[in-house]
């Protein structure tokens, strides 16, 4: 019961960790191969800045797909990445805006392409869709998959795993007995 139980528990945690990264939320991750451009203006800049704020007026939606006719761009440029490895690249926008970003990594900048995505009666919602505030994250990826933000996350869930070991035993022991 008791390895079900913390079966059951990793799977929740599992869920809400997936949580974090699902809605409203666009990620890629990439490996930076050379490094460019190492001074200039940046947007970016690892580790110091761990977050850019952007609001994109994004083109008006074609009122037969329901989508922008254009893409708004933007491109950000980042600093202080190493040769040869990963990162992720997450964009975080609320879901009062509904929108479609694409995320791309050119090997010095951040694209973020960003498209309207709602269908209205009201012709002027659709001809001019709000602003929408978007939130930019890069960070190194641990091994190569593991973002250093959700590593707090693992930890507790390796905790929780390891310490429901002991009870699995006793629980098995128990039954081995009855
Ligand atoms: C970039 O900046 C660093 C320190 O700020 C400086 O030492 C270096 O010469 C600069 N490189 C270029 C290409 O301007
Ligand atoms: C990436 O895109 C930016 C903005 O469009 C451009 O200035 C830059 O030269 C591109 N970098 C490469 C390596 O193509």
């Known amino acids: 019961m008791s390895t079900a139980f913390s079966f059951f528990l990793f799977i929740t945690l599992l869920t ?4 974090l990264t699902l809605g409203n939320t ?3 991750n990439f490996k930076s191969i050379h490094v460019y451009d190492r001074n200039g ?4 800049r ?7 704020s952007l609001i994109l007026q994004p083109y008006p939606i074609d009122p037969e797909k329901g ?8 491109a950000l440029h980042a ?18 805006y509904p929108s479609e970003i694409d ?9 973020v392409r960003l498209y309207a995505s709602f269908y209205s009666v009201d012709d002027s919602l659709m001809n001019h869709p709000p602003p929408v505030p978007i939130q930019i994250d890069l960070e190194p990826l641990t091994l190569g998959f593991l973002p250093s933000s959700l ?5 507790v869930i390796a905790v929780i795993i390891i310490s429901s070991i002991p009870f699995a035993f006793l629980i098995l022991r128990k039954q081995k007995l009855d």
Do not use: M
């Not at 590593?151 to 930890?155: F, L, Q």
């Open 46 to 52: 690892i580790p110091d800045t761990v977050s850019q």
């Open 103 to 111: 995320l791309a990594w050119n090997g010095t900048h951040a694209l």
């Open 26 to 28: 666009e990620i890629i």
């Open 151 to 155: 590593k707090p996350i693992v930890a």
């Open 79 to 96: 600093c202080g990445l190493k040769e040869n490895t990963w990162y992720q690249l997450r964009a975080s926008w609320p879901a009062v």
């Open 41 to 44: 203006s940046c947007q970016l």
């Open 16 to 19: 809400c960790l997936f949580g």
């Open 67 to 74: 989508i922008s006719e254009s893409a708004s761009r933007v």
